[in-house]
């Protein structure tokens, strides 16, 4: 018996995703603010596969730099464009975390096609149920709200 398929969401949809997906990292990374991010996005395919990926990037001042492989971004890409697509992606959330004196994280869920900012105690309830890697405390932080485009701005990316 073959395996059931995950929808396939049409051309218009996924590039409709593509672009608020493009959206998203642009206005992200700055709110991030300067210094070294780890990016991590989980997602519950429909079909109860958990899928993920990481991405690191450095901000400065005006600039930013991806420091993964073309490969490793256009993974962590393809996970948040269907995730924002919502046809084969259930549930999904990126969060941020950002090492200074401690580690600062903040997140998002994937709702209505957006990143919307998580509730703090969710973040922290999810946190503190991982074991740490390292010995720095964990300061969940407020994420910050991301500006959605405009339909007609979706529509021409």
């Known amino acids: 018996m073959p395996e059931p398929q995950l929808p396939r969401p049409d051309n218009a949809a ?14 992200l990374f700055p709110a991030l603010g300067e210094g070294r991010h780890e990016l991590h996005i989980n997602a ?13 990037v450095s901000v400065q001042p005006g600039s930013w730099r991806v420091e993964h492989s073309a490969e490793e971004y256009v993974k962590f890409f393809v996970l948040l464009t269907f995730a924002l ?3 084969t992606i259930r549930d ?12 600062r994280a903040c997140g998002w869920e994937v709702c209505d096609g957006w990143l919307h900012p998580m ?8 946190a503190t149920s991982l ?7 964990l300061v969940v932080c407020h994420a910050p709200v991301l500006h959605r485009p405009h339909s ?3 529509e021409r990316s």
């Open 14 to 27: 996924t590039a409709s995703a593509m672009g608020r997906a493009l959206h998203a990292l642009t206005a």
């Open 44 to 56: 519950e395919r429909t079909d109860g596969t958990e899928v993920s990926a990481d991405l690191y």
């Open 152 to 154: 007609a701005a979706e």
């Open 85 to 87: 697509e919502n046809s």
């Open 119 to 126: 509730d703090t105690d969710e973040l922290q309830r999810t």
């Open 131 to 137: 074991p740490p890697d390292n010995a720095a405390p």
């Open 92 to 103: 999904a959330v990126l969060v941020a975390t950002t090492a200074d004196a401690g580690i």
